[in-house]
């Protein structure tokens, strides 16, 4: 009985610790329609416990991007999740956004009720109370769009949320930052490619990557990982139709149409913070990005860094490995696909 009961101990699985990861999800959703799928892509590891979505800050001005936002929230279950916006950050039209005010027989297609008896917050003040309400370092901020938030972000002093400063309430809460901008390998025989995210708002970016505290851990999805997994045009064929009205599928259409396989960027940053240990991507050496002139991202690796074990990485100073960037071989992008495929198409669960 005793060896039995032995026997059964050394089988017990491994207990992983399954503490939701906190995101605010900092998403430019009004050009582009990969931060559409990336925010359904939460909404379902929120459904699986693998998440949870604190807040959603938009970092271009539309009118209508915290209406839709707060249409895709209530789509999936979650209608009360706070959204920000940021009135100094540069326009964009949207081939997409208008969907948020059709109508069905008079009523609204995609129920919401921000732009109608509720106002968006604003973005600066929601990441400041929104941090200082969360326990010390447990934060996951993705930023997939412009640095304008966060950029500001920065530059606050202490007030009725917090007494800290930006940076310092950074530093108390954020336990990591996963960005989608810049580019860090060839693209396209260019090694001096200028991303949108960076090249849109050169400034902002600058700021994030000069000012950002070295204590806390930066991971950028450069621009070549989204293309080498684009969402395939089969899945927004067939995977929707479990519902007659589907806000993902119509913003995918009305961007991308019916033909065009869509790059994955602002997902691989979601896919990455909440499952880093699962082999999906690769990670650089230890460096630092600095954003030239131009919009160019510079990653130097710390000296020495590239041959170091990571025990041994504690004798290079902060600023020297605050980033890495993502690496994927065409293995693993099948694999991502696939997991972003099964996130993005899965049913709301409420
Ligand atoms: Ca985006």
């Not at 509720?118 to 941090?131: G, M, Q, V």
């Not at 007030?159 to 400063?165: E, F």
Request: net charge negative; charged share 20%.
């Amino acid at each position: 009985m005793k060896l039995l009961l032995f026997l059964s101990l050394l089988t017990l699985p491994v207990v992983i610790s399954a503490t939701p990861t906190a995101i605010i999800f900092d998403t430019d959703i009004t050009g582009d329609v990969d931060d559409v799928l990336a925010l359904a892509m939460i909404h379902t590891l929120a459904d699986r416990g693998a998440c949870e979505l604190l807040a959603v800050t938009i970092s271009k001005e539309n009118e209508l991007a915290a209406p839709f936002t707060d249409a895709v929230n209530t789509f999936y279950g979650r209608p009360d999740i706070p959204i920000g916006i940021n009135p100094n950050a540069p326009h964009r039209d949207s081939k997409y956004l208008g969907l948020v005010n059709e109508k069905d027989d008079g009523k609204l297609r995609y129920p919401h009720d921000i732009g109608i008896s509720k106002d968006p917050e604003s973005a600066i003040t929601l990441l400041r109370k929104t941090l200082a309400a969360a326990e010390d370092h447990s934060v996951t901020i993705i930023q997939v769009g412009l640095a304008t938030n966060l950029a500001e972000l920065l530059q606050t002093k202490g007030d009725n949320y917090s007494q800290l400063s930006g940076p310092d309430l950074v530093r108390k809460k954020v336990t990591l930052l996963s960005v989608m901008a810049g580019a860090f390998e060839t693209i396209s025989n260019s090694n001096r490619y200028l991303e949108a995210n960076v090249r849109n708002h050169v400034s902002s970016m600058q700021q994030l990557a000069d000012e950002w505290p070295d204590e806390v851990p930066v991971i950028w999805s450069g621009f070549k990982i989204g293309i080498m997994a684009p969402y395939p045009r089969e899945s927004i064929a067939q995977d929707f139709g479990y519902l007659p009205n589907h806000i993902v599928k119509e913003a995918y259409l009305l961007h991308s149409g019916p033909d065009h396989d869509r790059p994955t960027w602002d997902l691989t940053s979601v896919l990455y913070s909440v499952y880093p240990d699962r082999g999906y991507f690769d990670l650089s050496s230890p460096g630092q990005v600095t954003v030239e002139e131009d919009g160019f991202t510079r990653f130097d690796p710390g000296p020495g860094t590239r041959f170091m074990q990571p025990k041994d990485l504690s004798s290079v100073e902060p600023a020297m490995k605050r980033d890495q960037y993502m690496t994927m071989d065409k293995h693993q992008a099948a694999r991502v696909t696939e997991a972003l495929v099964n996130m993005v198409a899965q049913p709301p669960s409420r």
